[in-house]
């Protein structure tokens, strides 16, 4: 028994130290004073950073790529929350067929959809590719990540809570809002980054969707190909690490505090 | 009835907007690859020559073939990476589990370009890792080591997804009953015995659903071979995306769009006939 812990821990320490150390790398040479990513490293420098903030047409496309993100998340999670609903509550046909298309985006690779929607806006229906044929991209890839996230809660909370709040005289609407949505808001917050995260991280799709304006993945993906910018693009990665890292332990942090206000609820 | 009322106004907005932007487009794309061409009247008339070029084409299928490998590869590669993990942490890692396991999860969230970029990086023929090694005398310099081969490929994605698949196999064996493993340690199985019988037969659902989940996405594709592929690394993703913003054939790249399509569904679609997929998603 006791080998097999060591064993176990020995592993869980190499993963995590191959999953860390080329992040860690990408921030060593963000301060790295020279052009090439190389070893020996050439002293300490911030001039990556300082030309970041020059860089217009890369802080324009981390402007559009927070636009985006931002609008089509919340469409996503409204979308996917009143779908969610209908399915945990109520039981109508079609339930079955309904789910699998709701699933699909989830399990086609995101190339495919992204075919597809370019097809559709410049072959039927002629509409200008632009940061908005983009969001409503990433709207159907985020709809059953966030119908998942949501359902997982509701599936959780009996409905009599509800009822109660209908027997008190509330519309249904109302103890929808009043009672449901509340006890819902932390998985709705999760779904919301989960499915920003998505956006504004999604690249494989957009390509095919974006118009004259880049998002930021589309951006620096075409930066790739001046090996003397790499050093900027490797300060900029630095920082979204940094970011996103601190967006995933908050959010981590809601989901526990949840999790422990589940424990002290009273069985049913 | 107002029961009935209630149902159609929380789903009419999804439905609409799935039937419009996933299930039309699908369709549409599916229609296309009978068109002669993009623009003009090529793009009324109906055509099977490019599903004759395709099938004739040998280097498409292989690809295509070469493709679905690689994907199929990768994805057994990141499960039995993963899986010790998921193990340790939901048997043997005590009240530490779920801190340990976020340590895994956290890069999964790190921006997945930025991730294939760190090997691109790292991989290079005068990157880090080479020049890490000359600087100590252990390579020569300007070895081109994994980066420009299907190797640099597999290694990346592996990097990319083995903390997606810990989670799903994790989860699978959280909900693993304790009380069997009890069970058969008193009907005389050793640890061993337990595990081949027990332990890894009700991990399956996670197991497969991790699989899944590298699976589906690398069949599609195309950002790590272009970035750390070179030419022998390419997948069939990139000629599909080529069919687009290259070649501009439309009608020839909604056909290998449909065949990845097929590709992915079909095997799914089997799988569904033994497992229930809403299972794997841990509903």
């Known amino acids: 028994m006791k080998r097999s812990i060591s064993l176990g821990s020995t592993y869980f320490w190499l993963l995590a130290i191959f999953l860390y150390l080329p992040i860690f790398l990408l921030v060593l040479f963000s301060f790295n004073d020279a052009e090439s990513l190389r070893f020996p490293l050439s002293g300490f420098t911030v001039r990556w950073y300082q030309a970041l903030l020059e860089a217009g047409e890369l802080l324009?496309?981390?402007?559009n790529s927070i636009i985006v993100g931002v609008w089509?998340?919340?469409?996503?999670?409204?979308?996917?929350?009143?779908?969610?609903?209908?399915?945990?509550?109520?039981?109508f046909p079609g339930k079955q067929l309904l789910l699998v298309v709701a699933a699909l985006p989830l399990v086609i690779p995101s190339v495919v959809i992204g075919v597809a929607l370019l097809i559709l806006f410049r072959q039927l229906v002629d509409v200008e590719l632009s940061l908005l044929t983009v969001g409503l991209g990433h709207v159907v890839i985020n709809i059953p990540i966030v119908m998942l996230i949501v359902a997982a809660r509701l599936a959780g909370f009996p409905t009599n809570l509800e009822e109660a709040a209908m027997d008190l005289g509330c519309t249904y609407w109302g103890a929808l809002r009043r009672v449901t949505l509340p006890i819902c808001l932390p998985a709705l917050f999760a779904a919301f980054l989960t499915a920003f995260t998505t956006s504004v991280d999604e690249y494989a799709m957009s390509v095919f969707l974006v118009g004259t304006d880049a998002t930021l993945p589309i951006y620096m993906y075409s930066q790739l190909r001046f090996p003397r910018k790499l050093p900027i693009i490797v300060a900029l990665g630095s920082i979204i690490l940094v970011l996103s890292i601190g967006v995933i332990l908050f959010s981590e942090w809601l989901r526990r505090r949840d999790a422990v206000g589940e424990v002290s609820e009273p069985d049913v | 009835m107002e029961q009935n009322g209630r149902i159609a106004i929380l789903l009419t907005p999804t439905v609409l907007f799935l039937i419009g932007l996933f299930l039309i487009p699908l369709l549409v794309m599916g229609l296309f690859s009978f068109r002669e061409g993009s623009f003009g009247e090529a793009q009324t008339a109906f055509t099977l020559r490019h599903y004759a070029e395709f099938f004739a084409n040998?280097?498409?299928l292989r690809l295509l073939g070469r493709s679905v490998v690689l994907s199929f590869g990768v994805s057994v590669l990141t499960v039995l990476f993963a899986f010790p993990v998921a193990y340790y942490l939901s048997f043997f890692a005590g009240d530490k589990k779920y801190v340990l396991l976020t340590i895994i999860i956290v890069p999964a969230w790190v921006s997945y370009l930025l991730r294939v970029l760190s090997w691109k990086v790292i991989l290079g023929g005068s990157g880090a890792l080479a020049s890490f090694l000359s600087w100590l005398g252990l390579a020569q310099e300007g070895g081109t080591l994994l980066l420009f081969s299907?190797?640099?490929?597999?290694v990346t994605l592996l990097y990319v997804w083995v903390p997606f698949v810990a989670l799903p196999i994790f989860a699978g064996l959280e909900?693993?009953?304790?009380?069997?493993?009890e069970a058969a340690y008193d009907l005389g199985c050793n640890r061993l015995q337990t595990f081949w019988r027990v332990t890894l037969p009700l991990s399956l659902p996670g197991v497969?659903?991790?699989?899944?989940?590298?699976?589906i996405p690398t069949v599609g594709e195309y950002v790590t071979p272009a970035l750390v592929g070179g030419p022998e690394g390419i997948m069939f993703g990139n000629i599909v995306r080529d069919q687009f913003l290259r070649a501009l054939n439309w009608p020839m790249g909604a056909l290998m769009s449909l065949a990845m399509l097929v590709v992915v569904l079909v095997p799914l679609f089997i799988l569904s006939r033994f497992v229930r997929l809403s299972e794997l998603a841990g509903l």
Do not use: N
Not at chain 1, 60 to 63: D, L, N, P, S, Y
Not at chain 1, 72 to 91: D, P
Not at chain 2, 175 to 181: A, E, S, T, V, Y
């Open chain 2, 150 to 154: 299907p190797e640099a490929v597999v």
């Open chain 2, 175 to 181: 909900r693993i009953d304790k009380d069997l493993l």
């Open chain 1, 60 to 63: 324009q496309a981390a402007g």
């Open chain 2, 208 to 215: 497969l659903a991790g699989f899944l989940f590298v699976f």
């Open chain 2, 58 to 60: 040998e280097a498409y």
């Open chain 1, 72 to 91: 089509s998340s919340l469409l996503a999670t409204i979308l996917g929350t009143m779908a969610a609903i209908a399915v945990v509550r109520y039981e």
